[in-house]
């Protein structure tokens, strides 16, 4: 049977693909929420941090909660949180309620993705295995291209309706998953849920040597290409001014990359010694990062080469990632939902890592200079101001940071002057005061 047809499969993929859909929808609409909660788009990106630490902290536990009541009562505990919160989400009136809801979002949505990978090892063997997790992780690739596209036209009709459609995505799933899968955690082989045990089970896992190297390659790989997908808004729509729907579109590519891979990881499962493939894999993804830093910095800057080069890289980590994940899964067989667990919390921690600080230290220089900066230092400046950085910047900080009352006629006199190169920085100071007196 066509595993794309395949009912279990496709819940499974449900399930995993929560994760890109709970981050990627809202990308395109950062601005506009930004602007409706009096916020910077700066602040929203950090419901990213908000959403992404405690969805990390609970990978910890969501696999040893389904080792303890079963994988179905885990999805359902877990999705029905990430449902309510998704409506709190859409209610927000303020980015600290949006911060609020977004950790609420985190600490349920983990349940789907960490409980399908483990009830992949439970329900098949071997090579078919990896061709089902091959499959999954193509439809799951196709998330976040299909996201903001999604987004982007949710957006027709309010930000808001972005987080009710992911209330509704996780009750289809609940319903779905619930009439489909079986419960593949039998009662004669649940654990005990008691921290100790967990404690001594994560311990376990943890000194496996072969186990960590498996899970921070996979870790590693992933979190390179989440490092693009998190500083995407930043990147295409402050400095490189595409629309939201061209944003959208702009991860078609991308994703097709790990489509192809994905296809690589299942027509090898069983004909090709996972060691070549990985071999493969790794080479790949060196040789496209490699040739992405060789043409930024030695030909161009160029976006549609820049996402190509990403796309190319995709396919390698892609074609990867089902064979180490199995791999990881099978070391510990009596303990597959912790070691799921493990496995998505180093994934998530990573991620973590390249949300809350790595890609703000990246684009520090763009979203940490904002109207209420140059406004410091024009009318607090005792003879000259002296702006250094590159007009681009400057330009797009005028034209995307939020809109308040005491800004909005110097953001448009700086413009107006950075634009038409009539006068220098130096002398803003003065055209400001003599228009104001």
Same mark, same amino acid.
Request: overall charge positive; charged content about 15%; some cysteine.
């Given at each position: 049977?066509?595993?794309?047809?395949?009912?279990?499969?496709?819940?499974?993929?449900?399930?995993?693909?929560?994760?890109?859909?709970?981050?990627?929808?809202?990308?395109?609409?950062?601005?506009?929420?930004?602007?409706?909660?009096?916020?910077?788009?700066?602040?929203?990106?950090?419901?990213?941090?908000?959403?992404?630490?405690?969805?990390?902290?609970?990978?910890?536990?969501?696999?040893?909660?389904?080792?303890?009541?079963?994988?179905?009562?885990?999805?359902?505990?877990?999705?029905?949180?990430?449902?309510?919160?998704?409506?709190?989400?859409?209610?927000?009136?303020?980015?600290?309620?949006?911060?609020?809801?977004?950790?609420?979002?985190?600490?349920?949505?983990?349940?789907?993705?960490?409980?399908?990978?483990?009830?992949?090892?439970?329900?098949?063997?071997?090579?078919?295995?990896?061709?089902?997790?091959?499959?999954?992780?193509?439809?799951?690739?196709?998330?976040?291209?299909?996201?903001?596209?999604?987004?982007?036209?949710?957006?027709?009709?309010?930000?808001?309706?972005?987080?009710?459609?992911?209330?509704?995505?996780?009750?289809?799933?609940?319903?779905?998953?619930?009439?489909?899968?079986?419960?593949?955690?039998?009662?004669?082989?649940?654990?005990?849920?008691?921290?100790?045990?967990?404690?001594?089970?994560?311990? +376990?896992?943890?000194?496996?040597?072969?186990?960590?190297?498996?899970?921070?390659?996979?870790?590693?790989?992933?979190?390179?290409?989440?490092?693009?997908?998190?500083?995407?808004?930043?990147?295409?729509?402050?400095?490189?001014?595409?629309?939201?729907?061209?944003?959208?579109?702009?991860?078609?590519?991308?994703?097709?990359?790990?489509?192809?891979?994905?296809?690589?990881?299942?027509?090898?499962?069983?004909?090709?010694?996972?060691?070549?493939?990985?071999?493969?894999?790794?080479?790949?993804?060196?040789?496209?990062?490699?040739?992405?830093?060789?043409?930024?910095?030695?030909?161009?800057?160029?976006?549609?080469?820049?996402?190509?080069?990403?796309?190319?890289?995709?396919?390698?980590?892609?074609?990867?990632?089902?064979?180490?994940?199995?791999?990881?899964?099978?070391?510990?067989?009596?303990?597959?939902?912790?070691?799921?667990?493990?496995?998505?919390?180093?994934?998530?921690?990573?991620?973590?890592?390249?949300?809350?600080?790595?890609?703000?230290?990246?684009?520090?220089?763009?979203?940490?200079?904002?109207?209420?900066?140059?406004?410091?230092?024009?009318?607090?400046?005792?003879?000259?101001?002296?702006?250094?950085?590159? +007009?681009?910047?400057?330009?797009?900080?005028?034209?995307?940071?939020?809109?308040?009352?005491?800004?909005?006629?110097?953001?448009?006199?700086?413009?107006?002057?950075?634009?038409?190169?009539?006068?220098?920085?130096?002398?803003?100071?003065?055209?400001?005061?003599?228009?104001?007196?």
């Amino acid at each position: 049977m066509n595993l794309f047809l395949n009912p279990k499969v496709i819940a499974l993929a449900i399930l995993a693909s929560l994760a890109p859909f709970a981050i990627d929808t809202y990308l395109p609409g950062f601005h506009i929420i930004a602007t409706d909660l009096s916020s910077t788009p700066a602040y929203i990106q950090q419901s990213l941090t908000f959403y992404l630490i405690p969805y990390t902290i609970m990978t910890l536990f969501h696999g040893a909660i389904s080792d303890s009541i079963g994988r179905i009562m885990t999805i359902k505990w877990g999705l029905a949180l990430f449902f309510f919160a998704s409506i709190g989400c859409a209610l927000a009136t303020s980015v600290e309620q949006l911060w609020f809801f977004r950790a609420l979002q985190g600490i349920g949505g983990g349940a789907g993705n960490v409980v399908a990978r483990a009830m992949v090892r439970d329900l098949y063997e071997g090579a078919q295995a990896q061709r089902v997790m091959a499959t999954i992780q193509i439809i799951f690739g196709i998330a976040p291209a299909v996201a903001p596209i999604f987004g982007g036209f949710l957006l027709d009709y309010g930000w808001q309706s972005i987080f009710i459609f992911l209330a509704l995505y996780a009750a289809t799933a609940i319903f779905f998953s619930s009439r489909v899968l079986p419960e593949t955690m039998l009662l004669k082989d649940r654990l005990p849920f008691a921290l100790k045990s967990i404690a001594s089970r994560y311990r +376990r896992i943890f000194k496996d040597k072969e186990f960590l190297f498996l899970i921070l390659s996979l870790s590693a790989n992933f979190s390179a290409f989440f490092f693009y997908v998190l500083a995407s808004p930043i990147f295409l729509i402050d400095l490189l001014g595409f629309t939201e729907k061209q944003f959208a579109y702009l991860f078609v590519p991308t994703v097709c990359g790990m489509i192809m891979g994905s296809l690589i990881a299942k027509k090898t499962a069983g004909v090709i010694n996972p060691s070549r493939v990985i071999r493969f894999g790794y080479f790949w993804m060196l040789l496209m990062a490699l040739s992405n830093l060789i043409y930024c910095y030695f030909i161009d800057n160029n976006p549609i080469f820049n996402i190509g080069f990403i796309a190319l890289y995709n396919i390698g980590m892609a074609a990867i990632m089902p064979i180490i994940s199995i791999a990881a899964l099978d070391c510990f067989p009596k303990a597959r939902g912790t070691a799921a667990s493990g496995q998505a919390f180093m994934q998530m921690f990573f991620s973590s890592a390249v949300a809350g600080v790595i890609v703000p230290i990246s684009s520090e220089h763009t979203f940490m200079l904002n109207r209420n900066l140059i406004y410091t230092a024009i009318t607090r400046g005792k003879s000259k101001v002296c702006l250094v950085g590159e +007009r681009k910047i400057f330009e797009n900080t005028l034209k995307n940071a939020f809109k308040g009352s005491r800004y909005t006629g110097l953001g448009i006199e700086i413009g107006e002057h950075l634009l038409s190169d009539k006068i220098s920085l130096s002398r803003l100071t003065e055209v400001y005061r003599q228009k104001k007196n």
